[in-house]
């Protein structure tokens, strides 16, 4: 698969946490990362190595203190707030190792949500959270609550939900982190066939080699710094 346009551009990322004047707390020490569309990249790294931090700023979640970064176009240090929502809504698809689904509606009216904060119509919502649901193999369980789903389940609902605004770009953050093994490859192998049959650009962080294994580009990260960078196999394990 020949890979396009750079969708993330980051250069030089600092990001200090103040904890009371003058102490501050550095976690990233100007990390550079640059991803094009249509790849497969795993950061993978210890508990407390910065994971959870740039991946906050990979998605918009929280701004660099120091540095520059281009989202698909967007420089982000210089966007507004209203328009940051905007990008996570339609440009980022988010999967969480914790699902957060809302637990008192349907799985197919919570694919539905972004869509509708991204003010969809109605119908043309249902349709595509239908399709979704179908794409992750839940289509027999699209009208269940999440408290009525088991934890892959779960999961596939959270991935359907992350492809409603077709991003371009899918982060997820230890996404078979609370699961079994067995379960864990079923969600890894819809990620797999999201990048292979549509093109999807995955980042996915993780602290298990063997899933990074699974990725085309295996980026290493230690202390809030980028260490190596080597390539993986790119597919699931035959």
Same mark, same amino acid.
């Given at each position: 698969?020949?890979?396009?346009d750079v969708i993330i551009d980051a250069h030089d990322i ?9 102490? &501050?707390? &550095? ?24 994971? %959870?931090t740039l991946m906050n700023i990979i998605g918009v979640l929280?701004?660099?203190?120091? $540095? %520059? ?5 967007? +420089? ?16 980022? $698809? ?14 197919? *009216? ?20 239908? &399709? ?5 193999? @839940?289509?027999?369980? @699209? ?10 389940? *779960?999961q596939r609902v959270a991935i359907a939900r992350a492809m ?23 969600? @890894? ?33 230690? +202390? $809030? ?14």
């Amino acid at each position: 698969m020949s890979k396009g346009d750079v969708i993330i551009d980051a250069h030089d990322i600092v990001k200090r946490y103040y904890i009371g004047h003058p102490n &501050e707390l &550095e976690i990233l020490h100007g990390i550079s990362i640059t991803v094009r569309e249509g790849e497969f990249v795993a950061i993978v790294g210890a508990s407390g190595s910065g994971k %959870s931090t740039l991946m906050n700023i990979i998605g918009v979640l929280d701004r660099p203190t120091e $540095g %520059s970064y281009i989202l698909d176009n967007v +420089d982000v240090m210089k966007a507004r707030d209203n328009e940051l929502s905007e990008i996570r809504n339609k440009k980022i $698809g988010f999967v969480f190792q914790t699902y957060n689904l809302i637990s008192r509606t349907s799985a197919l *009216k919570n694919v539905e949500l972004p869509m509708m904060y991204a003010k969809v119509p109605g119908g043309k919502r249902r349709k595509r959270a239908k &399709e979704l649901m179908q794409l992750v193999e @839940m289509e027999d369980r @699209m009208h269940h609550t999440p408290d009525e789903l088991s934890g892959g389940q *779960k999961q596939r609902v959270a991935i359907a939900r992350a492809m409603a605004n077709d991003p371009a770009l899918i982060l997820a953050d230890e996404p078979t982190g609370a699961l079994d093994s067995k379960t864990g490859r079923r969600v @890894m192998d819809i990620f797999h066939r999201l990048h292979e049959e549509q093109g999807k650009t995955i980042i996915l962080i993780t602290h298990s080699p063997e899933l990074a294994e699974e990725c085309e580009r295996i980026l290493t990260l230690s +202390d $809030g710094m980028f260490i190596g960078e080597r390539k993986g196999s790119g597919h699931a394990p035959l």
